[in-house]
């Protein structure tokens, strides 16, 4: 897949030390037709704050590793798993190396807009939230396949009745935090359960979370896209776990 080259990263000097700086996650698992395009569309949105960006190679079998390294830099670092340890396990490493204080999620396919981090973190480094989802429901959803669409309103009503908290896309990729308060979640997701066990985590606390719209384009598995019905029940699962656990 031809992409256009890097766009240099602008007014991004980053701190000496940790400080008013958005750390954007990336777990990558065979993404290399995507993740150099990916990183360039995050060069090219406009930010509040400086960013950094923190990728994980999780064991990937095809050439994301050898992308990685080409795309390391000042305001990005690269990371890897020597074997398939799970997004979760991915985004644990990646969290660890985080100098920002506030962190968000980006996948390192092409279904999300860059564009819209801006308004994902905007709430919390306003000091109106600690936690903000960027809800696919509340803004443009498209090419999502029926049986995704009912999954996700699925998750969403669970959560919203399990925690008596109103949430309308639990699964979204775009998830924002104050970096302190995903520590404290001392996460033990190893796979794509980190998106239930955060949102467990936020919805039983008296964290400030809110909702704000975001672009999506969906993908299908002959793009790459990793998840099936099983991923549904785990997710389910743990939001129970989570809603009764002490």
């Known amino acids: 897949m031809k992409t256009d080259p890097p766009i240099p990263p602008r007014n991004n000097t980053p701190p000496a030390a940790f400080g008013r700086l958005i750390s954007i996650l990336i777990p990558v698992y065979n993404e290399a037709g995507t993740i150099a395009e990916t990183v360039r569309r995050i060069h090219a949105a406009e930010y509040p704050l400086p960013y950094e960006i923190v990728m994980v190679d999780d064991g990937s079998t095809d050439e994301s590793w050898s992308v990685l390294q080409s795309l390391a830099g000042e305001n990005v670092t690269v990371l890897r798993h020597e074997s398939n340890l799970g997004k979760g396990m991915a985004l644990r490493t990646a969290l660890e190396k985080a100098r ?39 803004g443009d959803c ?90 549904g029940l785990q997710a389910l699962w743990t939001l129970v776990r989570y809603r009764f656990a002490r």
């Open 100 to 138: 920002g204080d506030v962190v968000i999620v980006q996948d390192a396919d092409l279904e999300y807009f860059p564009e819209d981090i801006a308004n994902v973190v905007s709430p919390i480094i306003n000091n109106t939230a600690d936690v903000v989802y960027g809800s696919r429901f509340l």
């Open 142 to 231: 498209r090419a999502m396949k029926p049986l995704y669409r009912f999954g996700n309103w699925g998750m969403a009503a669970a959560a919203s009745i399990l925690f008596l908290r109103r949430v309308t896309d639990e699964a979204t990729c775009y998830k924002a935090f104050r970096t302190g308060v995903l520590k404290s979640f001392e996460l033990k997701c190893r796979g794509f359960e980190f998106c239930p066990e955060v949102t467990a985590k936020t919805l039983r606390s008296r964290l400030r979370f809110v909702e704000v719209p975001i672009r999506y384009e969906a993908r299908g598995a002959s793009e790459g896209k990793k998840l099936s019905w099983r991923h």
